[in-house]
């Protein structure tokens, strides 16, 4: 359970991903990798997931490609075992925790409460994915966990776009942002890989430009 930060340094956009085919998996992961994206999140929300992910692990190596809505012990340890480097839960539950705490797998956690915050640090953790973001107060939130919390850094993922995330990729304590936007199912069932290319450049160039 260690390595998270500098697997979120890596990129300040991380694509979360809902892949209905494993089929497409390569071919979206390789587009979005040439815009300069290096860090990927495909969600465990779909019976392809984990073969979607066991297919990007053995054909793109230098995609750090890691598994979302991982929801308990027996999730964490398939994804695992199809290759995901990292692994990230909406929240903090006791199977996760011990799971993660078993592992050498680096984790994020979601968070939203300063409760929940506490209790992920009691276990040694010191980065959280806020979710989800929008709703639960986005960048004021986030300023305001600043001041107790001024040693923890997140990821925040859940209702970012282009337009708000450089008002989150400006604050201090946030490394990453997580946005579903990069590979919308119409370019996908197109299989519109320039476009998606596009978006994934746009996005590696967030924290410089400010625009995407």
Not at 181 to 199: M, Y
Request: proline share 7%.
């Amino acid at each position: 359970m260690n390595g998270i930060e500098s697997i979120l340094k890596l990129s300040p956009v991380i694509p979360v991903l809902t892949i209905e085919d494993a089929g497409d998996a390569v071919p979206i992961i390789s587009a979005l990798h040439e815009g300069g994206l290096r860090v990927f999140e495909i969600t465990l929300r779909t019976p392809q997931s984990l073969a979607a992910i066991e297919a990007v692990a053995r054909a793109l190596p230098d995609a750090v490609v890691g598994a979302g809505t991982v929801l308990n012990a027996r999730d964490f340890n398939q994804a695992r075992d199809a290759g995901a480097r990292f692994i990230v839960s909406p929240g903090l539950s006791d199977g996760v925790l011990s799971a993660a705490k078993a592992s050498t797998l680096a984790f994020l956690p979601g968070v939203v409460t300063p409760g929940e915050i506490m209790r992920g640090q009691d276990a040694g953790l010191t980065h959280f994915k806020f979710f989800p973001a929008e709703p639960s107060g986005g960048t004021k939130m986030l300023e305001a966990f600043a001041g107790p919390f001024a040693q923890v850094r997140f990821c925040p993922t859940g209702g970012l776009t282009p337009e708000n995330a450089p008002s989150y990729l400006a604050l201090s304590n946030v490394v990453c942002i997580g946005g579903t936007w990069l590979a919308p199912k119409n370019l996908v069932a197109e299989h519109d890989w320039s476009q998606i290319t596009e978006r994934a450049r746009a996005a590696s160039r967030l924290r410089e430009t400010g625009v995407a």
